[in-house]
């Protein structure tokens, strides 16, 4: 097969949301998010995952249509409940009330319970930054890592995304709290290769760069070992309290991917400075950072976010690489 | 030298404040927090750097009886200037005030501008859990990590703690991102031990894990490699823009530990719920924690704080040990 275009791609997924009972709205805003995802390169919560998404939509897990409902609100801080909705389109709804808050209230909160995985947070970071807000959010997911000390997996990897706006690229952040998210194992798996750093232990409890292991073990390793466990439980604790949803030990009685609870945090910067003024303490950072002198020679200091700018811009020019399996599952969708 | 009590190295440290211009009501507040840091078993930001924060009041960084004062408000989200006093004490005031933002907005927060060297974070994070708040508060620091495929320090460790309130023992995670932070490094220094994981990089640009070695480079190995890197980024990102205060790029202009910025956001739990339910939340999930099976027969599974509490409890029965060397410093003051 070729490389497809982000309009192609897109159509393809409007089509199989409107069979799946997507009304059209929706079938637009996830049908983009989905193509987005796969363009700035992040397949595994992209094209990759999207079989897996209509599945849950065909077992009633995902209800296409529904939409998340105010529960309570305490001011800058609300609750709001998913109503087990596609997850991409309730957190994309919930960042532009967070967005609405901040307006108000210079900083917004809201906690979405009930709602189902989001796929690529940074999506929704990204989305806040073209808006010029700063967007922190997290959620949290099924039992997939031990706790520190442990071998039996009680804690989630619960994504983060943390966005700050800027002319020259915005600085977003974008990651699990396991060393690889489980989409990366899983894309390590099938190729064949190894991790480039330890990604979690293998049946003799090891420390292992074999994914296939890990998948055996599941014991992924949490970022900086107790330090990533110790957030994961914090984001848990947070997500769980701040919504008055499920945590991940009441996500775990079910084993399905649906549920989840997340916490959405927004920052209005223009009610104390310029976009201008906000773009000089930006770069000056970004800058500062990239300037660092490489560890070796000739290679160069990226900041998160950059490669997603550069990979968008390629894929956008060239076409999409979709891996031909997947492509094959989709026609059959 | 036999231990000491928590009252007598309250009552020290008092005397020396008091002898350092600092006002009694700031002296009382500011050696209480030293001496409870001591007593909770994290001397490294206790009693092992008060010399160091003595010795930066004399140097004039540190102004005793400075207060925060308010620059903005923008309703949930203000801005405070530290105006350089000691950076205990103005954590330990815009903790009071993010609670009571809090109890307005259901979220508040305080970013703050121009403060100083705050010691532990968790302390802030263990008196809000007191008070019934949830609290998530960092700093950042001058740079001494390098970001991902760099060599030289650009990002800092910019510490990080997130409290929620349990009755049977608040949870509360206090790190830095950093896999350690340079205190404890300082002490596996001192006493000449490998550390258990590696720390960072030697000369030769390996990992290393020779406390000595990483002080030799500075360069510090951030935890998960390049996620804690971005996760710095974002940090120092936040913490300069929402405060309009210096970034780790600027305060490594002076090389003095002085004139951080630092975000505050404070939820109030009781808008939504009893502390019995806030409890039943909590307790649920650190019980799924703990009932994780250990990697190794007969070791337990902890969450963060749990160790904090037995090291109080035993402290305040048996003393408190502290370093000869350092007391002896400590006597000079």
Partial sequence: MTNISFDEL?????????????EIE???LC???FAENTLVGVASHGINRFSAFINLVKSGHIIPNAKPTLVNSFGAWEQWDGNLGPGPLNAWRITERVIELSKENGVGVAALKNTNHWMRP???GWEAAERGHILICWTNTIPI????KAKTPAVGNNPITMAVPRSNGHVVLDMALSQYAYGKLSTFRREGKELPYPGGFDTEGKLSTNAAAIYDTQRSLPIGYWKGAGLAILFDLLAAILSGGKSTNDLGKT?????????????????????EAIN????EI??????AEPANKGASVSYPGERIIETRKKNLKDGIYIHPEIWEKIQRL
């Avoid at 970004?286 to 300037?291: A, F, R």
């Fill in 10 to 22: 897109k159509i393809k997924l409007f089509n199989i949301l409107v069979k799946h009972d997507f």
């Fill in 26 to 28: 929706n079938a637009e």
């Fill in 31 to 33: 049908s983009k998010i």
């Fill in 122 to 124: 940074g999506a929704f």
């Fill in 145 to 148: 890592m031990p706790p520190w």
């Fill in 255 to 275: 084993r399905v991917d649906s549920g989840m609870s997340q916490v959405f945090i927004c920052f209005d910067p223009s009610k104390s400075y310029s976009a």
């Fill in 280 to 283: 000089n303490i930006a770069d």
């Fill in 286 to 291: 970004i800058e500062s950072v990239k300037n």
